[in-house]
């Protein structure tokens, strides 16, 4: 025996020196925006209740009756004595709502991808899935037998070409299929940790023109997507399409549980083939009642009015995010913060809990190495406040972890994204008096900057001082969410983060041409005026126009043959003496997956 705990203990030591160590936390209240742990208050950004109707009093009545009615236990598998009748009520609710033929309900949303994967594939067949796919689609796939294929995430060329490759060749060992080889296409439709969306209507195009079944899973779509809450299918205006959607129970609908829903072919061969379904005993009748008034609660006008709340709570979340510089392309309410290092993920999570927040770090292998991040999910129970508090606390907690990939490194390696709130501003002589009366003003401006950037407004990207030209790169954040919002409604583009917010940046112009500037005076004692007449500022919408513009201001120096290379220019952020003032956080590479077609990464 001490043989075995010696071994584990092993592997426990090593996860832990990984960063990948996992420990359960024991909460002591209900699901919610404020949840109990160990006798303190936390709030809760890690919740897939996305309704906030895992505490509700209309499912928790319905459960309660259910309970007096029929008991806790369901005392055996549904297909021997457990098919109490709440479920029967629940499959009839479920294909209603999902508009299909017929529904069937699993143990849990896990039971259900694995149950169905493996009865509708097996040796001969293939099975192809995207390379984010959840752990229990892999595991369905894996225990069926059938050959695997993984296509780059949400990558559809790949996935024709897998397609090409499986459709008429012989896949069964001995070469003699005993029937012919099915093809199924799995795809999540709103990935659980990325927060995006799996471009369904294309996926759909490719299944007909290659004659492959699709299978959805719409864990996280279920009850939030498009006129009737069907999901991303309905949104995409492709149901009649799909041949095996899957939803669970235990997240908009805050039960537990998973459903397949189809044609009553499909159905009726799911009951007579998925084990996980013939094996394992039904869900307590209590969960499957509550389950039944989710469903009714979500098409109602009340689930309406809270999917409303959602989609602000959302927007509010990622405006303020982005206004801290954390951007964020999700159009769910998942929204992941990437950190990258495993254990600085670990280290972000554990600073937010001593300061009462509850977000979990998300590591391999649920994610792949590399990429671990804080997977922050809102719901409709979230008040503004709340989601304020959050924020705050995110701001004062992030910058050391938000900050981990030097910008130059990755430039180098051409791999850099750049936070869409970057500047470049230009500010010119007319003719060619000089922009800064000496040398020593020179060095004086260069101190301005850095004053400029340690007020934690304006980060420094980069600058270079010529004779009748200065070029300074920057990114600026606003200050509070009061002030991104009032932008956001004057802005043209409706996405916040994408613009600097107008006054904010009139401020910095006013201290840049020294019509304000008697900070920078007073502190550098700077006589003249130092900021000549007219600038001009670019907001940097891309990466290439970021390169193109670094490259031009440490350039420019040498084309007009003041020096010979860039890094002989005094005042210049690519002379050694300021690489240091680039500012980090704010620049993060991008490392694009080279992977092809291996094992996907596991998800939890
Ligand atoms: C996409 C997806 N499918 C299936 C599941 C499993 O569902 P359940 O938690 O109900 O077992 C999850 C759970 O997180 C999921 O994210």
Redesign the pocket.
Known sequence: MSNLSDQLRGDLDQLRADGLYRALRNIASAQGPRIVIEGREFLNFSS?DYLGLANDLILKQAAAAAIEKYGVGAGASRLVCGNLEPYAILEERLAWFKQREAAVVFG???AA?VGTITALVGEGDVVILDKLD?A?IIDGARQSGATIRVYPHKNLKKLEDILKQVVGAPTHKSGRPARSPRILIVT?TVF?MDGDLAPLAEIVALKERYGAWLMI?E??ATGLYAKNRRGIAEAAGVEDKIDITLG?L?KALGC???FVVGSQTLIDYLRNRARSLIYSTALPPAVVAAAAAAVDFVVGDEGQHRRDQLWRNVSDLKNGLSALGIQNESRTPIIPIIVGEENAAVEFSRKLFERGIFVPAIRFPTVPKGKARLRVTVTAAHTEDEIHEFLTILECVGATFLSRRPHSAGLRRGRVSIPEQCYFVTTCTKGRRPIFQSHEAASMAVGALRWLRDQGRVRLLGFVIMPDHLHVAFALRTQSRQECRSHTKSAESSSCGRDIPVATLAKMMKLLKGYTSHEIKKRFNIADSIWQNGYHDHLLRDRRDFESRLAYMHDNPVRKGLVKSAEEYPFSTAHPDYQNEIDRAWLEGIEESRDRNVAPTETA
């Open positions: 897939n849990s949303g896990y991808n959840h229990s999540e659980s899973d864990a996280h669970t235990s537990a549980g998973g």
